[in-house]
């Protein structure tokens, strides 16, 4: 097997181990610890996301705030936003939204790690920096479904299927400008609303509709599906009451 496949999937290995023991320990906490440990995950996740495109990856001073601005409305990085978010009291669709959608976004991202990336160490900073993003994006929602103060609901499902199709449009207008304007070119834009990136699903919804950001509405309907199974799975799972949330 060749060094990047072992680093792989040792770092998968590891990530799963980190989140079961975390899950672990989260339950032992009171709220007000759990709480902190909340925000440093937001933070960690928030910060890594800026070190990478506000600050290109150097401590340099510099800081491009278009470059990270066009990178959440492209790609998962919108989490830059949606964490802190999820810190906010009574603002439960931000978790919901998480939770359902961008939280198993994030995963399917861990899981792809570009092949680009064989030649690393598994210490390059690029590497830790694409962990830092991605596994703390999964260990908020998951800390606080393992502290009993979150869980898929059934009446958030459309507010959150609403909420994906607004994110999915803005996205798309804003790229498109930037596309018609020469900002930026498709392979900037690091997002399927323009690219599929070789994804069979995509090139089979492709195949139906031969439209840009078009062809992903089939998404929809299995969105709703993969929401409603959350909330069935989840059914029994009890959360302490709203007081004793965030």
Known sequence: ????????????????????????LIRKLNRKAQNAVFAVVAFVCSAGIFFRYAMAMKFDGKFYWFTLFEQMMQVCNFNFVLLPLMLIPKNELARQYSFM??????????????????????????????????????????????????????????????????????SAVISK???????????QTHSFLFKRDNNALFEL???????DYFYLYPMLPLLLGFFRLQTWAFAGYRVKPY????
């Open 101 to 170: 959608f961008s939280m198993w976004g994030a995963m399917t991202t861990f899981m792809s790690i570009p092949e680009s990336w064989a030649t690393l160490r598994w210490n390059d900073i690029v590497i830790v920096n694409f962990w830092l993003n991605h596994a703390m994006a999964i260990a908020l929602p998951v800390l606080m479904c393992a502290s009993g103060r979150l869980k898929p609901q059934k009446k958030y499902i459309l507010p959150v299927l609403l909420s994906v199709f607004a994110y999915f449009t803005v």
């Open 1 to 24: 097997m060749q060094r990047y496949g072992l680093i792989h999937i040792a770092a998968v290995a590891l990530t799963v181990l980190f989140l079961a023991l975390a899950c672990l």
């Open 243 to 246: 007081r004793e949330n965030l």
């Open 205 to 211: 919804f492709y195949r139906w509709i031969p439209v």
């Open 177 to 187: 400008v930037l596309l018609d304007n020469g900002v930026i070119t498709v392979e």
